[in-house]
Structure formats: C-alpha cells, structure tokens
C-alpha cells in the first residue's frame, strides 16, 4: 500500500542530526556577536593614542596633542610618550612643566628612542631653561603658605629654590593670626631671586570709649539700682552703703544737720517759719 510524501516520517537519526547543527549555527552566532562586541568596548591602547598625539602636533594643535600624550602615559608610562607631553608643553609655553618632565625623560637610560633623539631633546632643554630662574622666600613665621602668581606653591620655609619662569612674579605669603605680605620682584633668566618676608601680627582693635557694653553681674553678685540720693554697691553679693561725708565744720552727716535744722524751725512757731523758708540754708 503507498503512503503519501506528508505522511512520510523522518528517520530519528536525521532529526538529531538537524537540531544539533542548529544548536551550532546559534552558539557560532553568539560566539560571533560576543567577539565583535568586546573589539567595540574595548578602549583605545597606548600606541594608538600616541600615534594621534603625533598627527595632532603636526597639525599645531598642541593642547589636543597633550591630551592625547597624557592619556596614553597613563596606560603605558614610556620615556617617549613623557618627552612628547614635554614638547608639548614647551609649545605651549608651560616652562616649569616642560623642564621638569623632559629631564626626567632626558635622564632614562638604556631607552632607543631617548638615545636617538638626544640632540633635539636636550637643545629642546636648553630652550626651555631660558625662560626659567630661581627663586628664594624666607618668611619669619614658620608654616606660612607661599603663594606665586595668585597659586598656592609651597609651604614655607622652603627644601630647596622654586623654579619660575622669568620676568615680574608676585609673591603673596599667608599665615593665620597675620596680616598677608604682598611683593612683586623680578626674576632673570638663569639667575637666583631672593625675597624675606616679615609678616605683622593681626591686633584686636581696643573698643571706643562709650561703646564698651555695661558689664553683666558676675556670678553670686547681686545687681542692685541705687535710688536717687543713695549710694548702694554691691560687692560680692552683699549690698554696702558707703558713709556719707560730713559737712564742713561739723562732725555729723549732712542729712542728720538738715533733719536738726528742720526741727528747729517747726519749734520756733510761725513767726519764724518765714525767716527759716527765706534763709539760705
């Protein structure tokens, strides 16, 4: 009896077959599609960036360059790479930077690219340090902060001389509890500068007379209001009367002779009240 073509089953070992390439061909795909996603994510090396910074420089574009240079420095710290941020500087006119950073590449031994290059690097070396002087601060307060061209460099005194670049520099020297000392030298090419700072101590200013604040009772202290004609003090919480003076010529207090003489006059009767009111006592 025949049977149809959709009837037909296919035998067990080509369907195991079918599935396992299947299951190949998606592995493949994703082993594919992982690969091309690492090469994408993955960030650019050092050669790289190096090379960019070498076109960018070509090109006068020196700040772009440096920042090319430094990011590949910090992936791959090679001498070259560390004299091309110098260079680099140098173009930009950043002199302290670019001395320090291209002798520390100048002096790598053993390097093939420092070694070729020797010649450019040190006449690019020699260039560099006619822009720079010394410069020497001394301060009389220890801990003082120096200050140079409005950048806080050092902390006083100094280890060694500061490395500035030549012409007018405006020195600023700061410390606590004193005034700030503000100077502005000059500094030669290849010579040595040298400033002592004296810095004045801040003063309290003394309070004006009359805007002095009366001053609160102390503690245990009572504060009393004499009343007019009285002359009561306190004094260590006790209330005192100081003795009222005694009149010229007599031995008794001044209140005690009016309160006599008042008695006086009322004993005398009315015709000697008129005399008493108009005298001059």
Request: aromatic share 4%; hydrophobic share 40%; proline share 6%.
């Amino acid at each position: 009896m025949a049977h149809s073509s959709s009837s037909r089953r296919v035998p067990p070992r080509f369907s195991r077959s079918w599935a396992h390439r299947a299951r190949l061909a998606v592995r493949s795909g994703l082993v594919a599609l992982a690969m091309t996603t690492h090469v994408h994510a993955q960030p650019p090396d050092a050669e790289a960036l190096y090379r960019d910074g070498v076109v960018l420089r070509r090109q006068r574009h020196d700040a772009e360059a440096l920042a090319e240079f430094r990011r590949a420095y910090s992936l791959q710290p090679a001498p070259r790479t560390l004299a091309q941020i110098a260079l680099a500087e140098q173009a930009l006119g950043r002199w302290v930077d670019a001395e320090a950073d291209l002798q520390r590449a100048v002096q790598t031994k053993g390097d093939a690219w420092i070694e070729r290059n020797q010649d450019v690097l040190a006449a690019g070396l020699t260039d560099i340090r006619r822009h720079l002087g010394d410069l020497d601060v001394e301060a009389d307060v220890p801990g003082a902060e120096l200050w140079v061209n409005g950048a806080r460099v050092a902390v006083l005194p100094l280890s060694r001389s500061l490395r500035v670049e030549t012409g007018s520099v405006l020195l600023e020297v700061r410390a606590r509890g004193y005034a700030s000392a503000r100077r502005t030298t000059f500094v030669e090419p290849g010579e040595r500068a040298r400033e002592d700072i004296h810095l004045v101590p801040l003063v309290q200013q003394a309070p004006v007379a009359g805007e002095q604040a009366a001053r609160a009772p102390a503690a245990g202290e009572e504060a009393v209001r004499a009343p007019v004609g009285s002359a009561q003090v306190s004094i260590a919480g006790r209330r005192e009367s100081p003795q009222a003076p005694t009149a010229a010529g007599s031995g008794e207090p001044p209140r005690a002779i009016a309160s006599d003489r008042r008695m006086r006059a009322v004993s005398l009767g009315p015709s000697s009240a008129g005399v008493a009111l108009g005298g001059s006592w």
